[in-house]
């Protein structure tokens, strides 16, 4: 038995580099694998690995004490849930533009699952997605306000569409949380005064409250695209690409120049070959498509002992 792990803290780091070597090592000495972003301003992670090997990297992380307030969310899976391991220093945890923010000092109120579904509905409430247009798409909370964004770090250019909800108590979610921290406080920045947060996101949410009106799938970054949060009350709303039947199936187009993530049925997988248009059938470097259009990338084994001479990009 596997489990994947989600996290994320926002702790100041001195070294991120001598940090992501270490934390590399240790990763790959427990068999994990995953994406693991270091940064100056904290950590963000999501890993698979066995159980037991799991267990053991949670108790490493929660040693430290900088990460005193990490929250691990844990989800059982039958295998890894990626092909390889990659541990990589950024200028943010979560690309945002927003590196001023330090949101372990200021943010939004957080909210557990619990209080955010109590909240949700209410006539003074606006529950706002800060997540990327293909996320929401495929799923999201019922009557939640989206923003049309190709990236979260368009979110800062999105704000202005929010005004008209200042009077209102603004309660945003995301996958795991760490959008949210940076979301809710660039809001309380601009003004909004009754800013709040979905603690632990749509995964803890569904983990804690079962998902309650949350309609459709949650996107994940590792081989399982997608993952059912909603045991109450679930409802697909996604639609094909091609003939616009419902159908809760992501794939990432076969064109590998387009890598559009678009909803597709196995009938229209099959007929386009893992393509999202005729278009994009037709292109000569399209990808073999193998029903599940998905196209990881096979490890290339770096390990930090050995330096960039061994890395295959």
């Known amino acids: ?3 994947v792990l989600l996290y994320y803290c926002y702790t100041p780091l001195n070294s991120p580099e001598q940090f992501r070597d270490d934390h590399h090592r240790l990763c790959l000495a427990l068999d994990l694998r995953g994406r693991v972003i270091v940064a100056a301003e904290g950590l963000n992670g999501t890993v698979s690995g066995t159980v037991a090997n799991c267990a053991a990297y949670m108790a490493a992380v929660k040693a430290d004490p900088r ?27 979560v690309h945002s533009s927003l590196a001023h923010l330090k ?22 409430v606006v529950v706002v997605d800060v997540r990327s247009d293909y996320e929401y798409n495929l799923g999201r909370f019922r009557n939640a306000v989206t923003l049309d964004m190709e990236n979260f770090r368009d979110f800062p250019a999105r704000v202005e569409r929010l005004k008209q909800f200042k009077d209102k ?46 309609d459709g799938q949650c996107y994940v970054f590792d081989n399982r695209v997608a993952v059912d949060v909603n045991r109450v009350n679930p409802r697909v709303i996604s639609r094909c690409c091609a003939c616009r039947e419902p159908s809760p199936r992501l794939i ?6 387009c890598n559009a993530h678009v909803a597709q049925c196995e009938s229209c997988g ?38 960039l001479a061994s890395y295959k990009a």
């Open 270 to 307: 099959d007929a386009l070959q893992g393509a999202c248009s005729d278009a994009c059938a037709a292109h000569p470097e399209k990808r073999p498509y193998d029903g599940t259009g998905a196209y990881p990338k096979p490890s290339n084994h770096y390990h930090p002992a050995q330096g």
């Open 67 to 93: 990460f005193a307030a990490l929250e691990f969310k844990a989800d059982a899976a039958r295998q890894h849930a990626f092909q390889k391991l990659h541990v990589r220093v950024k200028p943010e945890i």
């Open 1 to 3: 038995m596997y489990q």
């Open 103 to 124: 949101p372990q000092e200021k943010t939004g109120r957080h909210l557990s699952p619990q209080q955010f579904k109590e909240l949700k509905d209410r006539d003074d």
């Open 169 to 214: 108590k603004i309660l945003t979610y995301c996958t795991g949380g760490v959008k949210c921290e940076k979301a809710s406080a660039y809001l309380l920045e601009q003004g909004f005064e009754n800013v709040y947060q979905l603690h632990g996101g749509i995964i803890k949410y569904g983990m804690e409250a079962g998902g309650e009106d949350f």
């Open 252 to 257: 990432n187009c076969a064109n590998p120049h």
